[in-house]
């Protein structure tokens, strides 16, 4: 940590630039120093690659650490950001490390910008998902807006608009109304903001996502914070090579819920899993809803409409109870995230788009009728062809 309190009960700031290295080494000779928090003694440490920093004496006893001993990148990642936000024109007031009453929290930043109170916590290691929810829900509920930014260096880059994300990595993403949500996150090697545009999962773990490199020298908050609009074209692209892919590869290991979904195909339609219909792959901001694969949730969705007589009007209702039930019985997950947002919404943006592509029309807010027979077929040159023909639509 940066910030600690003198036997003067001053708070002393060691990231700010005014400290040389005679300063400091003038300072530790001169003043014993307490965790704000916790009270308890701790060591000004000055080194010469690792930024002066406080380390507490005993680990694991003050209720603001997180986790053991800071890591140099992580240190390095929080000093960076300091001074970055403390640069920028428009921003209230920056303080590092501040120990917050209403929430017994300390956040690594705590910035005032445009009439609003943010804490930024920079993560770089992980930690159990429960806490920083809850921690997320402390600040909610105090009015207090957050940020969490992850360590780039966790990031797992696998194509060029192809990213793997972990379970707790997808509790940093953020959601803006009406846009796939993205992520934000720092490296202190590349001193650069890293942030990931429209990600779409394509299974639990995949997600096919735009990404921008921010330099921290030469960019603004507002340049950082401003929702940017994607290249559609790269992202399908990406997209399809990922269909094209599941569709040719060879079967590995299954999942229960793939599993599951590639017997029942067989017994109903007589068709493997790489044979669904280019309906079941179908990119939309709200896939993220859902942690089972795209092709898991809506497959199942094409099979309960498959089930419907031609021509034939079925409930909204109906939909979300088939779907709940293969929730219950494990057949599909939902992602968990720190907003928790219910599937009723990826699910009536999944109708939405069956009646832009015709399968379905609403004959009422709540009620659909079948147009449309969902076509099943085990030629994969067709099904190759209507990915690019019902994908490249969207």
């Known amino acids: 940590m940066f910030v600690a309190i003198d036997q003067e009960g001053l708070m002393v700031n060691v990231a700010e630039r005014k400290w040389s290295r ?143 994300l972990s379970p707790f990595q997808w509790n940093f993403v953020l959601k803006q109304e009406n846009s796939a949500p993205y992520l934000f996150s720092y490296c202190p090697n590349a001193r650069a903001m890293i942030v990931l545009y429209h990600l779409l999962p394509f299974s639990s773990r995949t997600v096919i996502s735009e990404h921008k490199h921010y330099p921290l020298p030469s960019s603004s908050v507002h340049d950082v914070m401003k929702h940017q609009p994607y290249k559609k074209e790269n992202l399908h692209k990406e997209w399809l090579r990922k269909v094209k892919s599941f569709r040719l590869k060879a079967p590995g290991f299954q999942s229960k819920q793939t599993s599951k979904l590639h017997q029942y195909l067989y017994q109903t339609v007589h068709l493997p899993l790489s044979y669904l219909p280019s309906y079941a792959f179908l990119p939309l901001s709200t896939n993220y809803i859902f942690e089972s694969p795209v092709y898991v949730w809506q497959g199942w969705i094409l099979l309960f409409i498959h089930a419907v007589p031609l021509y034939s009007s079925f409930r909204t209702h109906d939909v979300y109870h088939a779907i709940s039930m293969r929730m219950n019985d494990g057949s599909i997950t939902s992602r968990s995230l720190t907003n928790q947002v219910s599937f009723i919404s990826a699910v009536d943006s999944y109708l939405i788009k069956l009646a832009d592509l015709a399968v379905v029309v609403f004959e009422d807010k709540n009620i659909l009728k079948k147009v449309e027979e969902i076509r099943w077929t085990n030629q994969m040159e067709e099904l190759l062809k209507e990915d690019m023909k019902i994908i490249g639509s969207i």
Not at 35 to 42: G, L, S, Y
Not at 44 to 71: D, Q, R
Not at 118 to 124: H, N, P, R
């Open 22 to 164: 005679q300063g400091l080494m003038k300072l530790r000779k001169e003043r014993i120093f307490n965790c704000p928090t916790c009270k308890q003694e701790v060591d000004l440490k000055i080194g010469s690659i690792i930024a002066a920093h406080f380390a507490h004496k005993k680990y694991g006893e003050c209720p603001t650490v997180k986790g053991s001993h800071e890591s140099d990148y992580h240190m390095r990642g929080k000093h960076d950001l300091y001074h970055w936000f403390t640069s920028q024109k428009g921003i209230e007031s920056v303080q590092l490390e501040p120990y917050l009453q209403e929430t017994m929290q300390r956040p690594d930043l705590f910035v005032e910008y445009d009439k609003k109170k943010i804490a930024i916590e920079y993560q770089c290691s992980t930690i159990d998902a429960r806490i920083l929810r809850k921690r997320s829900q402390l600040y909610h509920q105090e009015g207090i807006s957050y940020l969490w930014i992850l360590g780039a260096k966790t990031l797992t880059r696998t194509a060029s608009h192809s990213y793997r």
